[in-house]
């Protein structure tokens, strides 16, 4: 803990700041003790058209996966969508950590389970295309981020528009026969 408090800085972080930038490499994790950021990413065939990938709250962890890991160029930015508090800590630390302390390589061993669980459950449906069953898993897991994240990000989160998420939201969404 004390190599933790030691190695992270901690800043209070705007609504509206972004923390890590399309095109960029991600040099850092964040561990978010107060707050809300997602993830977006734009549309390829249409610039103006942004997707949100992910939500990050309280004691999660939030960084560009693939960029930080990989230290390719961020296709994401992350963005801070209220007034955020998180500790960030640097790549080389976090890694060194990982190897000083066996602890904290279990700790980010059960962050990335978590995270990979999360991204199959949600990979699995938007396949699928049953958007619902991702606003069920939400809604029982994380009800807080539908209270708190703008409905539109929601919406591209499901892969819908905001007139289906609605739909979703209120019951009344009928899956479309394939």
């Known amino acids: ?94 890694f060194a950590g990982m190897e000083r302390f066996p602890s904290m390589s279990m700790l980010t061993a059960l962050i990335i389970i978590k995270y990979y669980c999360d991204c199959k459950f949600n990979e699995t449906f938007l396949r699928m295309k049953q958007p619902q069953f991702i606003f069920q898993h939400l809604l029982t897991k994380n009800p807080e981020v539908l209270q708190r994240a703008l409905q539109g990000d929601i919406a591209t989160f499901l892969g819908v528009s905001e007139p289906v998420y609605r739909d979703i939201k209120s019951g009344k969404y009928k899956q479309k026969p394939k």
């Open 1 to 94: 803990m004390n190599y933790v408090l030691q190695k992270c800085d901690d800043f209070e972080i705007p609504k509206g700041t972004v923390l890590s930038e399309e095109g960029k490499v991600c040099r850092h994790v964040w561990f978010i003790k107060k707050g809300l950021l997602a993830a977006y990413q734009q549309d390829p065939e249409d610039p103006t058209k942004k997707y949100c990938n992910w939500f990050m709250k309280e004691n999660d962890t939030a960084t560009s996966v693939l960029s930080f890991f990989l230290e390719l160029r961020s296709e994401e930015k992350i963005v801070a969508i209220e007034n955020t508090i998180v500790f960030r800590m640097s790549k080389k630390d976090l």
